[in-house]
């Protein structure tokens, strides 16, 4: 509902306003940044209130990178106490990519008693209307955001981040798309009138006349089911959206990446509690080893929402089993780049060297296939065969990566030991273009560090089409792990490239080509299959990043995602609409 102002919201009985948070100090601390956000879903331009450059954030005082760290270390060995109602235990087994344990235990939840007192706190919740939900969720971003650096060390120790990626990615940009989420949810809920008076004419037997009244309200609780690899900004658009709508949130995180989720769950609450409503609108549920928490939470009739990145293989599961719950899922797909010509042969390299190398190609939206004709390609140095071209990139690869500081701060650490054992079968496959290597961490010797692997394989019809064994470059490879695949023709590239996203889903499509024809030809696939297409990218932008309130992380109409980071109907779908007539 759009309104001039905010009204007081209903105290929950277990809540009670311990600082200046009231609906004006909200709406005068807040309403500006609503409003900028609102502008910029509208007009896709630049613009971010989150600073990306760590100095922004200051070298002295609470929000400057010693005092993050010192936070960091401060938790380690502790309980997180949440003071969750339903708390039975205590579980936590995180172990840092980079080697050393956390040792933090988290609260066990009895999800019969938490859940009925997540239900509790949502009527007043849903009563405070639109505009002071969003104003709240924009007040728990900024708790966020003035602790970047402390999360910063939490995602790096979780999923295996290099600082300044864990930084910028579990930072700044995962609360601009915690924002940006909340700007959708504001948007698609302010549509409908609060009010409306409707008078249908009847001639001589006067008009007929009735107040109608619209009100949101939630579908119920939201469960996230977090990621390993990145927890906050995976995390953040579903766990906000669902809140901006008037849902409750259960956050459950992924068991080796808890502490980020955790410490968002502990600011959300103490913002909810000062601004006078009930903290249990957002908890936790830290699973035992082996539990299996998410499939147990998943079907629990209580669950309308579930929000949910990872394998493919439970994505489908929950799709199927979930049937109570609107589910979005992102999930895996064969992200493809096709090789055909290029004016800007050192920065088309340059920039795919640095697409495979990002974070050890552990981003869904890093390219693993590489498209190029067998006959070789046009450049602006001359023509280039099939193997030059996979030799030159390899030795671009190798150029970025030669310094092992340089590269572990690229690369940062493998985040399971399946990549890596991906990463060492994947040589097995083909020819090898470019072998990985094992870096070491200049600070963190246990910390599993490796290049990335380039494999050339045949791309021939006959190995794709119709064959009895699918070829490994129609599968998803997670990590380091990229395919050189010999095509026949920039139109064989085409279908291929069709055919992966239709079958497998894609989260990026990249193309590199001078021929207008093939330009057109593959921004058409990307029409038809529905997925997100960068044209020739040489320079700072690259494939496998996107930025909030801008570009759209997936599309929601091919396999690899259900929905799309973030848009109208991301957020439109976890409330409803509720009207009450009544004679005028």
Known sequence: MATESVTEPATAPTAERTTGLTPHALLAGHRPTLDRALEAIRTRAYWSPHPEHPKAYGEQGSLAPAAGKAAFD???GTRLDLGQPGTDGWVGAETSPYGPELGVGYPHADLDVLLPAMRAGQAAWRD????????????ILKRINDRSHEFAH???HTSGQAYPMAFQAGGPHAQDRGLEAVAYAYAEQTRVPERAEWTKPQGKRGPLTLTKSF??????IGLVIGCNTFPTWNGYPGLFASLATGNAVLVKPHPRAVLPLALTVAAARAVLTEAGFDPNLVALAAEAPGEGLAKTLATRPEIRIIDYTGSTAFGDW???HARQAQVFTEKAGVNTVLVESTDDYRGMLANLAFSLSLYSGQMCTTPQNLLIPRTGIRTDQGPKSYDEVTADLARAVDALLGDDARASALLGALVNPDVKARLEAAGRLGEVALASRA???????????RTP?????DGARKYWDGAADEPAYLSECFGPVSFAVAVDSAADATDLLRRAVREKGAMTVGAHTTDAAVERAVEEVCLQEAAQLSVNLTGGVYVNQTAAFSDFHGSGGNPAANAALTDGAFVASRFRVIEVRRPA
């Open 154 to 156: 939490a995602v790096m």
């Open 74 to 76: 401060a938790l380690l």
């Open 128 to 139: 405070a209307g639109a505009e002071l939900r969003a104003l709240v969720c924009l007040e």
């Open 439 to 449: 870096v070491p961490h200049p600070d963190f010797p246990d910390a599993v560090v």
């Open 318 to 320: 929950l799709e199927t």
């Open 453 to 457: 692997v380039i494999v050339k394989l």
């Open 215 to 220: 009100t949101p309200v939630p579908r119920g």
